[in-house]
């Protein structure tokens, strides 16, 4: 599919976020998944890449839990260039059957969730120009390869994945038993609240002891950020405490500064049981009514679920 949405353009033409024609002719023609157009990455590309990589490698070292620091070297990245997703995933599918697919930007919530339970990463394949490399709204694939995917070849941590992808198959069945439609949608956009909230505050920005007890960073949104990744362990100005399941579904959050608030788990054990503990609370009406405030979750989200199968 990317010959054919990209065969127009010529090599080196960029892949840079909100700057890749590539993607733009894929959202036109309503492509969520789309193969990596390898060629069509600039130098400039390639260099951001670099730039990222290079800087963040001392960060990592120092901050980065160990089961991160083991999946960098597992999946042999290249510091110098952006890589290939096929090249990924070679080391990966053999760790843990997880696979990185490339998307063409916005995934709606369901069909995000089911990927992970199918061992698939949904994974941007643009990346940020190297005049704004720290901070950028929308993921690229230095958040994505460099942040998420070494910690899919932990199999703990893939396991508790999977399970939370379960979750939303639970979901949509939890709201299609629902018959008034009113009081399906005000549940429904509750439940998918409260996951997204668990998302955030684990996957993407949480915190671990290692054995000697010292805290580590696990949350991709951490690993990717050159400031915060600091900032979330030694500012006094970020709270950090052990995670409680009521207090995270129930907790709003910000994505355009450094996050004030931050939570521990124990081990990825600890969280694939918490994982299991939502479901449990979905099942028994527990989210039917969290907290309002972000995130926002749009009509796309909600027709997700209400269309999967």
């Known amino acids: 599919m990317a010959d054919t949405i990209g065969a127009t353009l010529p090599d080196g033409v960029g892949m840079t976020t909100t700057e890749a024609p590539f993607i733009e002719l894929a959202q036109q023609s309503g492509q969520i998944y789309v193969e990596q157009p390898y060629r069509l990455y600039s130098a400039d590309n390639h260099e951001a890449w670099r730039k990222l990589y290079h800087r963040m490698l001392p960060r990592w070292e120092k901050y980065a839990n160990r089961h991160f620091l083991k999946g960098i070297e597992n999946l042999c990245l290249d510091p110098n260039q952006v890589p290939k997703l096929e090249d990924v995933n070679q080391f990966l599918c053999n ?16 069909i995000f969730f089911d990927c ?16 704004s490399l720290d901070y950028l709204p929308e993921p690229d694939i230095f958040h994505d390869i460099a942040g998420h995917v070494p910690m899919h070849t932990d199999k703990a941590f893939a396991d508790a994945l999977v399970r939370f992808g379960d979750c939303a198959r639970t979901a949509a069945d939890f709201a299609k038993s629902i018959k008034d439609r009113q009081e399906q949608t005000q549940v429904l956009t509750s439940i998918i609240k409260a996951m997204a909230r668990f998302f955030w505050f684990t996957i993407e920005f949480g915190l671990m002891r290692d054995p000697s007890g010292e805290l580590k960073v696990y949350g991709s949104g951490l690993l990717s950020s050159y400031g915060e990744i600091e900032h979330c362990i030694e500012s006094p100005d970020v709270q950090r405490y052990p995670i409680q399941l009521e207090w995270v ?13 931050l939570f521990i788990v124990d ?35 909600l027709q997700s679920f209400l269309d999967a199968q």
Not at 95 to 110: D, E, I, M, Q, S
């Open 95 to 110: 760790l843990t059957g997880f696979r990185a697919k490339g998307v063409a930007g916005y995934v709606p919530a369901y």
């Open 116 to 131: 992970l339970r199918q061992r698939d990463f949904p994974t941007t394949i643009t990346v940020r120009r190297g005049s």
């Open 249 to 261: 579904i129930n907790q709003y959050f910000e994505i355009d500064h450094y996050q004030p608030l």
């Open 267 to 301: 081990s990825f054990d600890h969280l694939f049981s918490l994982v299991d503990q939502l479901e449990e609370w979905m099942k028994a009406g527990k989210l039917n009514n969290v907290s309002p405030g972000e995130p926002a979750i749009s009509e796309a989200d």
